[in-house]
C-alpha cells in the first residue's frame, strides 16, 4: 500500500513536471511550416509568404478578453507590416470546450472585425503545440532566413493590455523595425497575462 | 421587528465587508509570497471573465473554510475599473476568502517573479510552506482532490 502510495506520488510528480515544462520553440529556433485552413476556405503555409521578410505568428481566438483588448492593435500591425511582416492569425481553441471559438464563429468575427490578414483554424492544436503557444494573445516573430523562419520574438504585443495609448514598451513593433532595418532585436521575450488557449480535453 | 431589522442591519453590513475587494501593488504579492512564519499560503490568480478560473474557485473557498493551517488569497486579474463587478461577484457566489485585485498592468515586469514557468495563463496557483520553504506552481485547471494533493506535497 505504501509503494502504492509512493508510485501514485510519483506519477502526479511526473504529470506536474511535464505540464509545467511545455515543448514548444525559443528565440533562434527554426519554427516548422504548417499548413492550416483560413476563413476564406484556402489553405495557408508560412511558405507562401515568399516575399515577405517574416512574418507575425499571432495565436489568438474570439472569445478571450484580452483578446479583444488587442484586436484593435493587431488589426493595426497587420496594415503597418503588409508587405515586410505580414500578420497570420491562428485560433488553437477546441470548439467543443469553448463553443465561440468554431470555425463558423471566426468566419463571422473576422469579417465583423475587417480582418485583411489570414485567420487560420489549428483544429489539432499542432500549431500551438509545436509553438509552445500558452495564451492567447501569444505572439511568435519570426525572421526568414533563406526559406526557413526563425524565432525572433516571442510573448506579448506591448506591455499595456488595457490601455494601447499608455503602452510604453510595444514589443513587437520594436523588433519588426529591428529586423528590418539588419539589426538585433531589443527584447526577443516578453510574458503577459492572458487566457489559456482551450485544449481539447484528453 | 426590531429583531428583525437588527438581523437585517447585521447582513447587510456583512455583505458590505464581504465585497470590499482590496486593490493592490506588487509589493503587497511579494510579500505574501515570501512570508517566514505561519499557514501554507496558497495564492490563486483568476479573473471574473476567466471560465475556468471561475469554475475551480470552489475548491479554494472550500479548502479555505475547511483548513486552518491554510491561507487562501484569491488574486483577482480583472481591470481595476471593473471592481465594481467583481465586488458584485464576490457577493453573488457568497465567497470567503480574501480576494485582492492586482492593479499592475504591466504584466511582463511581475509574471516572472511568481513563477519562472509561468507563460502568464491564467487559472494558476502558487502554493507557499513558510514552516519548509517548499513552494508548488501549477498553471492549469486543477482537477478535484488536486489541491489538497498540493498543498500536502509542501508539508
Known amino acids: 500500500m505504501k509503494y502504492l502510495k509512493s508510485l501514485v506520488a510519483a506519477a502526479f510528480v511526473a504529470v506536474l513536471f511535464v505540464a509545467a515544462k511545455p515543448a514548444g520553440y525559443g528565440v533562434g529556433d527554426t519554427a516548422a511550416d504548417f499548413k492550416l485552413k483560413n476563413v476564406d476556405g484556402k489553405m495557408v503555409s508560412l511558405a507562401d509568404f515568399k516575399s515577405a521578410k517574416g512574418v507575425i505568428v499571432i495565436f489568438d481566438c474570439n472569445t478571450c478578453p484580452y483578446s479583444k483588448a488587442y484586436n484593435e492593435r493587431i488589426i493595426g500591425l497587420a496594415k503597418k507590416y503588409q508587405s515586410t511582416f505580414p500578420v497570420v492569425a491562428i485560433n488553437s481553441n477546441s470548439p467543443e470546450v469553448s463553443p465561440g471559438d468554431s470555425f463558423e464563429e471566426m468566419q463571422k468575427y473576422a469579417k465583423s472585425k475587417g480582418y485583411t490578414f489570414p485567420y487560420l483554424f489549428d483544429e489539432t492544436q499542432e500549431v500551438a503545440k509545436n509553438y509552445g503557444a500558452t495564451n492567447t494573445p501569444h505572439v511568435y516573430v519570426l525572421k526568414k532566413e533563406g526559406n526557413t523562419f526563425k524565432v525572433a520574438y516571442i510573448g506579448a504585443i506591448d506591455n499595456n493590455t488595457k490601455d494601447a495609448a499608455a503602452a510604453d514598451k510595444k514589443y513587437v513593433e520594436e523588433a519588426v523595425d529591428a529586423l528590418i532595418a539588419g539589426k538585433s532585436v531589443p527584447t526577443d521575450k516578453t510574458k503577459a497575462i492572458g487566457c489559456t488557449i482551450k485544449w481539447k480535453e484528453a | 421587528m426590531k429583531h428583525f431589522s437588527l438581523t437585517l442591519f447585521a447582513l447587510l453590513v456583512a455583505v ?140
Request: hydrophobic share 40%; with cysteine.
Open chain 2, 16 to 155: 458590505c465587508s464581504l465585497a470590499q475587494t482590496k486593490v493592490i501593488k506588487y509589493p503587497v504579492l511579494d510579500a505574501l509570497m515570501k512570508k517566514q512564519e505561519g499557514p501554507v499560503q496558497v495564492i490563486n490568480f483568476w479573473a471574473t471573465w476567466c471560465g475556468p478560473c471561475v469554475k475551480e474557485l470552489p475548491m479554494f473557498e472550500q479548502v479555505n473554510a475547511s483548513n486552518p493551517a491554510v491561507k487562501v488569497t484569491l488574486i483577482n486579474l480583472d481591470f481595476s475599473d471593473k471592481l465594481d463587478k467583481v465586488d458584485a461577484f464576490i457577493v453573488r457566489k457568497n465567497m470567503k476568502s480574501d480576494v485582492l485585485l492586482l492593479d499592475e498592468i504591466d504584466y511582463n515586469s511581475w509574471i516572472d517573479k511568481v513563477d519562472k514557468s509561468w507563460e502568464g495563463a491564467i487559472p494558476a496557483t502558487l502554493i507557499y510552506n513558510p514552516a519548509t520553504g517548499k513552494r508548488v506552481f501549477t498553471q492549469h485547471e486543477l482537477k478535484e482532490g488536486e489541491l489538497e494533493k498540493l498543498i500536502a506535497s509542501v508539508q
